[in-house]
């Protein structure tokens, strides 16, 4: 069964900074961040390692990174707990994955390709427990 995959969209347009939703059947859709919480489970965390590379050295951003997910749940509301923790993606700052608290930080911790069981997105910032 193919996954869902999920992308903030940073291409100039209509569904610039919008969360970019390819299910499995193909069809696309686009979430402003201020709309709705999301909710997935058995995510995956993925990253182009040497497109990253390059966006890290300078050159312009391109498509990189992703999310892929088995499910996907939208709302409205999110409670954040002391337990979750916070991560981020900014190939500008580091060329993968990261926690958010280690962000930009020479040797943060690689979490590309980590398999988390539930992953929460409100707005832009991307929670998992």
Not at 16 to 38: L, T
Not at 52 to 68: F, L, P, S
Request: proline content about 2%; glycine content about 6%.
């Amino acid at each position: 069964m193919s996954k869902i995959r999920l992308r903030y969209h940073l291409g100039r347009g209509e569904n610039y900074k919008k969360w970019q939703i390819r299910n499995r059947d193909g069809s696309v859709e686009y979430i402003h961040p201020d709309d709705m919480v999301v909710a997935l489970s058995n995510a995956r965390l993925h990253n182009r390692r040497k497109v990253a590379d390059k966006i890290y050295q300078g050159e312009n951003k391109t498509v990189c990174a992703w999310i892929d997910c088995e499910i996907l749940s939208k709302g409205t509301e999110l409670w954040i707990h002391d337990e979750w923790k916070n991560i981020c993606y900014n190939p500008r700052e580091t060329p993968h994955w990261t926690l958010f608290t280690e962000q930009g930080k020479i040797g943060a911790t690689n979490l590309d390709n980590k398999m988390l069981d539930y992953v929460f997105i409100k707005g832009t910032e991307i929670y998992y427990k």
